[in-house]
């Protein structure tokens, strides 16, 4: 099969590799679209604490049963499947808690497993066994299932967050993930969404999730522009979808009385320390939360937004690229003139 090898930082080659067979509770998907994200930017460039090269990545993918081993029962051959990325052991405290994402001992596709950037891709019992493989609605496409995986990542967040009814919520950072979580609180009922960006490009291309006010810090105030769309209250869910300390210093000043902030985005890890005013969260009675990925649920949830229509895959999808380009999707990614990028093997 063809696949695009990280052989070690920056040394990525596309050529022949053997084409995986299932083995008993094992899948062979063969690989029909499989979306950039910035961390598979981020592991071409420094590696990753998490990743032993040589490595296939790409974790945001959907595909077609190739072949099932023994013993697996309910998938055949032929059908359009989209994989979680991140597998829980089903095991731990956490997982037997229900919080897979945290699960102690969490594998990831494109990390510890071969990924998507490939012709096929080989998922262990494990992915199996976990409820990590969905079937895809019939009206989405390839490409716009691969779209679960962030997606999943982001409904995980407002889970966490509680963004619920009538509520006013400001994002931070206008990427597709930023634009994810726009849409997603719009569907789970916020009244209004502010979506601000420091680019002006990019606040332009997220005008498709129709936020209510789109802000550009550097020109606005933004918690003036929170309160004018807010009778005079500031918001009650900031989002900060960007790895900025500077975001996350800014969003404690944007959250009214008993809001809550999350921070989506993780910072550099040679500089992931910022100074808090701790008295905004005294005082407010503020709720401050992380998020770093998604339960399998969480990915099935995603494929069922995006097969109702509620969020659009189309919306997200700037360009697609053959496997054979990877190093050019890698790049067009990695500029942020588009949302999202997908490779088709
Ligand atoms: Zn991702
Ligand atoms: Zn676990």
Known sequence: MKAALVRGVEDLVYGDFPTPSPGKGEMVIKVKA?????????VYHYGHRLIQFPRITGHELSGE?????????????????????????GECYYCLRGVQAMCDDLKAIGYHYNGGFAEYTLLPERILRNACVNRIPENLSFEEAALAEPLACVINGQEISGVGFGDVVVVIGAGPIGCMHTQVARTKGARKVILADIDEARLKMASFTNADRFVNPTK??????????????LADQVMVAAGSGQAQVQALQLAAKRGAINFFGGLPKNQPTVTLDTNLIHYGELKVVGTHGSAPRHNSLALAVLGSGAIKGTDYITKTYGLSEIKEALQFAEKGQGLKVIVKP
């Open 34 to 42: 499989c979306a950039v994200c910035a961390t598979d930017v981020k």
């Open 65 to 89: 049963v190739a072949g099932v081993g023994e013993g697996v029962t309910g998938f055949v051959p032929g059908e359009r499947v989209q994989v979680a990325a991140a597998i829980p052991c």
């Open 220 to 233: 606005e105030d933004l918690s003036k522009a929170v309160k004018e769309e807010n009778n005079n209250r």
